[in-house]
């Protein structure tokens, strides 16, 4: 069955729409600061007008395959060290400055932690499995599996709910009189609340009363309401405090005692420690060794970390690539079912290693020969680090070969394009858009047994932008923040 078309409003309406639109995104904080803000300024955040498309089959089983990939992902963490440090190792030949330097904050925290073992053995995920849908198939196609600081949680729950409002009151039809969705067919995501969820079970199982989590943020973070939606649910639905802090004020405003960290404002016991910052080079380069500092005392402390250093590197892309043959998956995860293993399987595509292997060889021709076909990704996270299609093979050219192995090539994924329209910084703009699905997982382990406590779906997100840029950065200005409406 094909969707139905997008709604399309005379001027009056449209108008009508934008205004309904800006009021309620400002109302229940929709919302992003501009670039050099200030404190009491904030935009609608770049949003689209109406739902995307997107097929029921499609979304269900990417809800199916989440739990199955959280599991996936912490048992590299738990039950495959033997096979993931080497394999961290050998990227942080290539990457010293970043995964190098994160791989030796891991190895000196476990060096100074009494018995050789970190002090907290539970540690939390909070996940984001980024998809695109194949446009011939409607089968999901894995963009990449994030481990850390998955962010749009938050306006990802507000979009729904505001989409759901412009339908109810009718503002998607020239009359004002219907719904021109069925309730059902745009569905609100609850990761706001489901995220704020995982968070509040960490610090349960942490075990002290009335103590607190600690937000480690960006400075002068702009997209810091899609984090606060999180830190209200905390204190509304949980009673939990929450903290926010710069890597670089982490010496300064913590303590420890006992291995037991503190804020030294409240003297508050900090439960779990949620990294929105710390994914990127950048987030150290001012600072180096003050903030270096800080990811090793956090990593030492017997705070529940979100995520753990380990965790946090297991979402290389790297991994995801090796991630792609079947038996790597047996292995981490020896008791798969054949339909799980086969779901598993059916939202990759190819991705290559750029190294001597077999594989590597055939990869280093295709680069050269259909550049079109292919991403090229180095190990990093946020988004703006790709070389995208003809791009490749002269940025290849410009690196020694020896300096390949640190990137992937991945096949693109050509997902069906919507003329939905986007709104940000007031103006409307119609053009072709794609889509990309993201569905959020928490999961509660042991990194020492490798137990599972709890494992759950957290909700979805739907991110668009021009079909035209290769990146979809919402923060950045490629993007913007969408729903969906099922067909
Ligand atoms: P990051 O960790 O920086 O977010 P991603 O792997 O998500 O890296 O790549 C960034 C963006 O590049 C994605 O959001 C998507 O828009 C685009 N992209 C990445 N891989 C592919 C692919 N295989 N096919 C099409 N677009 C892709
Ligand atoms: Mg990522
Ligand atoms: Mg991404």
Redesign the pocket.
Known sequence: MAPKEFPELGETQLNELKEALSQWSLANGLIMYPPNFEQYNANVAPITLYPTPLPKSSFKNAQDVQKIFNELYINLVTKQKSWLLPLLQDLSTFDKDFTGKLFETYQKAIEQSPNKKLVQPLSLGLFRS?Y?IHQDTNEIKQ??F?TVSVSFGGLSSKVGQLHNYLNKVGYYDNNYSYKYYEDEEIPISKSSTELAQGLAEANTHYGVNNSVILFIVQPGERNCFDQRHIEYALINDHNIKSYRLTLEEVSSQTTIKDNKLYLKSTMDEVSVVYYRSGYAPTDYEVNPEKTWEARLLLEKSSAIKSPSILTQLAGA?KVQQILTNADAIKQALPDITESDLSLLLSTF?SIYPLDDTEQGKLAKKLAFEQPENF?L?PQ???????IYKENIPSFLKSIDEKEWGAYIL????NPPTYRNKIIRNNEIYHEDIIS?LGIFGTILFNEETGDIISNKNAGFLLRS?FSTS???GVAAGFGCVDNIYLY
Not at 380 to 386: A, D, F, I, L, T
Not at 410 to 413: A, K, L, N, Q, T
């Open positions: 980024d695109m963009i990449e994030n892309k595509v991403v990704k990093r996270e946020g988004g703006g680090n790709n991945m096949e693109i994924i990309e932008k290769n990146e979809g």
